[in-house]
């Protein structure tokens, strides 16, 4: 009986912001220039899936975040430095550094660092 109660004030508790946004929005719908795209004062034009971004960028932000966490495991591991056997945590460190760099270096090798530029003629 606890767990089904627990279940559901979970649901309730869950939808609630829904419902109330369902029973507060307004009703009717405005066909205003609000409701564009972009309210930059720039009519738009097409529509927003005829521009495609090149594989570059996507590329870009992966190692963003793959480098991102690995720094983040960076912070511990210098707070912990002086607790472990001094060799043994240089030589960690290295490896782990070094292993960044090889992947770096996998990245440049294959191309991901250069843009291949357009022309717009």
């Known amino acids: 009986m606890y767990i ?3 279940l559901g004030v ?3 508790v869950a939808f609630a912001p ?3 946004a369902w029973m507060l ?11 564009t795209n ?7 034009y097409g529509k927003a899936w005829d521009f495609r971004f090149g594989v570059h960028y996507y590329l870009y932000a992966l190692i ?24 043994r945590a240089i030589v960690e460190f ?8 090889l992947a770096i ?10 843009w291949q530029r357009r022309n717009n003629s």
């Open 4 to 6: 089904m109660l627990f």
């Open 10 to 12: 979970g649901f309730a």
């Open 18 to 20: 829904f419902i109330a």
């Open 25 to 35: 929005a307004p009703k009717r719908k405005n066909t205003g220039s609000h409701e």
């Open 38 to 44: 972009y309210e930059c004062g720039i009519e738009p």
């Open 64 to 87: 963003f975040l793959a480098f991102d966490v690995d720094i983040l495991f960076l912070f511990p591991v210098a707070t912990a430095f002086h607790e472990a056997e001094p060799l």
């Open 94 to 101: 290295i490896i782990f550094v070094g292993i960044l760099s």
């Open 105 to 114: 270096v996998y990245a440049w090798v294959k191309g991901v660092f250069n």
